[in-house]
Nanobody
């Protein structure tokens, strides 16, 4: 399996930007699709974005379209989530997950990072 570590979270005002990173180690990262998910306090874990092995396919939740961009640099074993025009409702712990195929369902992913906190002030 692959091990994942998220970073880049923090406190930002509404309308600002953050770039999250998901760094992988262990198994060959290029063999894995990656999804980003988020979980706000008291809520279930929701899909944010996903990307396939070679960046030829991406998927976004409707509320993130036009604001968030997922990308990957396989040479650095890292997947990124660029978040622009952030809103207070984006406040959550953001997790990355990896599996052999890209999906939008948390239950379909076998490998998870421990998350990074994103807080958007109003």
């Amino acid at each position: 399996q692959v091990q994942l570590v998220e970073s880049g979270g923090g406190l930002v005002q509404a309308g600002g930007s953050l770039r999250l990173s998901c760094a992988a180690s262990g198994r060959t990262f290029i063999n894995y699709a990656v999804g980003w998910f988020r979980q706000a306090s008291g809520r279930e874990r929701d899909f944010v974005a996903a990307i396939n092995k070679n960046s030829g396919w991406t998927k976004y939740a409707d509320s993130m379209k036009g604001r968030f961009t997922i990308s990957r640099d396989n040479a650095k074993n890292t997947v990124y989530l660029q978040m622009d025009s952030l809103k207070p409702e984006d406040t959550a712990v953001y997790y990355c997950a990896a599996d052999v195929v890209p999906t939008t369902r948390p239950a379909d992913y076998a490998n998870w990072g421990q998350g990074t906190q994103v807080t958007v002030s109003s």
